[in-house]
């Protein structure tokens, strides 16, 4: 009976304010519930509302409530009380007929896709992930699978139709988001808040060309660690920076240096026509030909797999090894 009650009580909640998929309560009302019982001392506002249903949603509407004793008899409107502070033990309770006594709780959810893992998932999709604001729930896709030991986060994915907009110009120094809540492979990029709690939980990042088509393959692909190179403090024209493996249509090299430019109007590319650092240039290279990124006002090349069509994808990732 108080499973099936609360079960409609949170399907009803959610109807009520009509979230989108991304946005669940962080709060829940499973957990402790007593019957015939009410925590006293802690009640800081008592108001007459609808039923069990009102009453949760009131208090799951106001950060200070951590539970409420509800009239479970009215016909009608009935007494719901708001409780603050900590209940830790059922002695707090005492007996009173026809109420109940709800605890709320918070609902934990991981903050990157490596958390996810640790908490068990193993599953590569779209995950629900926790914001720095303990009430911000909302969806990243991760990647368990295309590197054994490793679980990927994808901050960003552009394909090369949308090179123009500014999401795909802007640089990873500012903090323009888009489709911060939907990830999709064509045009998606978390905000830098977001992009540093992942980060705070990563040690590289990668770039994959066409993720959904090739996965991982290692060819038109680089990692680099957040030591070497961050792209989100990183602000130098052609500075050699070490990855831990760059692979340029089938050119390759591990723990070598590769040049890196990314300046307040050039979002974060490779330039294989530039004889830079030990990887130097790629062979069949055009003139001015941006990798992995950066693309707009450079030149783009049908030979690399994430510039090889309009539809083609360049995804950025985050993670580390598991
Ligand atoms: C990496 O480069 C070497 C030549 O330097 C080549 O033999 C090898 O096939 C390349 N690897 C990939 C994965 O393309
Ligand atoms: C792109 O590369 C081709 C071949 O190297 C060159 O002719 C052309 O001028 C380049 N375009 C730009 C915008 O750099």
């Not at 008592?46 to 016909?75: E, K, M, W």
């Not at 939907?182 to 980060?199: D, L, Q």
């Not at 990855?243 to 340029?248: A, L």
């Not at 723990?255 to 294989?272: D, I, N, R, V």
Request: charged share 20%.
């Amino acid at each position: 009976m108080a499973g099936a009650l609360l079960g409609s009580f949170m399907l009803f909640a959610q109807f009520l304010f009509g979230y989108a998929r991304e946005t669940k309560f962080c709060r829940e009302s499973r957990g402790v519930t007593h019957y015939n019982e009410v925590l006293t001392g802690h009640t800081y506002k008592s108001i007459l509302t609808s039923g069990i249903f009102g009453c949760g949603h009131v208090c799951l509407a106001d950060p200070r409530c951590t539970s409420y004793n509800c009239q479970t008899s009215a016909v009608g409107r009935g007494i719901c009380e708001l409780n603050d502070g900590e209940f830790s033990s059922k002695r707090h309770l005492v007996k009173k007929q026809s109420f109940v006594f709800v605890q709320v709780k918070w609902k934990r959810r991981p903050k990157s896709c490596w958390e996810a893992w640790k908490q068990g998932a193993r599953t590569s999709g779209y995950y629900i992930i926790q914001g720095r604001a303990e009430c911000l729930f909302y969806e990243m896709y991760c990647d368990f699978s295309s590197e054994p030991g490793w679980a990927w986060t994808l901050i960003m994915s552009q394909s090369m139709s949308r090179k123009n907009e500014a999401f795909a110009k802007e640089p990873f120094l500012k903090g323009t988001f888009k489709n911060q809540r939907y990830p999709s492979w064509e045009n998606y990029r978390i905000g830098m808040r977001r992009m540093w709690i992942v980060r705070a939980q990563s040690s590289h990042w990668r770039v994959t060309c066409d993720f959904p088509s090739y996965g991982v393959d290692y060819r038109d692909y680089v990692k680099v660690t957040f030591q070497k190179l961050n792209p989100m403090k990183y602000h130098v024209s052609g500075g050699c920076r070490q990855v831990e493996y760059i692979n340029i249509r089938g050119h390759n090299c591990s723990k070598c240096t590769a040049g890196w430019w990314q300046t307040e109007t050039q979002f974060l590319t490779h330039l294989s026509d530039k004889d830079a650092c030990q990887f130097g240039k790629t062979f069949g290279f055009l003139d001015n030909e941006a990798n992995f990124g950066g693309y707009w006002g450079n030149n783009v090349s049908t030979e690399f797999r994430c510039s090889s069509m309009m539809t083609s994808t360049t995804n950025h990732w985050f993670g580390c090894k598991v």
